[in-house]
């Protein structure tokens, strides 16, 4: 299992920019796909974005494709999201998660493993 940190969420308004990091340990932090889920009050959980542990692109969901983006630093054990153009219904507790096993897909909530303890984000009007 992979030990995973967030931070980077905040207040900001409306239009504005945030980015979280995700910082994971263990050594085969490079063989796990990640990703970023999101839950706003009296909401599920939904899927934001996720990035492979090898080459494929990245994949968003379609509320924020075009304004965020998601990468990884495999050398720091860090993932990012770099959120731009912020909404107001962005708001919410932005959770990191490492895909449940290496060398393998990692899209949907049951596919990962991992979950980091959240990081508020705040979007005023």
């Known amino acids: 299992q992979v030990q995973l940190v967030e931070s980077g969420g905040g207040l900001v308004q409306a239009g504005g920019s945030l980015r979280l990091t995700c910082v994971g340990s263990g050594r085969t932090f490079s063989r796990y796909g990640m990703g970023w889920f999101r839950q706003a009050p009296g909401k599920e959980r939904e899927f934001v974005a996720a990035v492979s542990w090898g080459v494929g692109d990245p994949s968003y969901a379609d509320s924020v494709k075009g304004r965020f983006g998601i990468s990884r630093d495999n050398g720091k054990n860090t993932v990012y999201l770099q959120m731009n153009s912020l909404q107001p219904e962005d708001t919410a507790v932005y959770y990191c998660?490492?895909?449940?096993?290496?060398?393998?897909?990692?899209?949907?909530?049951?596919?990962?493993?991992?979950w980091g303890q959240g990081t508020q984000v705040t979007v005023s009007s």
């Open positions: 998660a490492a895909g449940n096993r290496p060398y393998a897909a990692a899209l949907i909530s049951s596919d990962f493993g991992s």
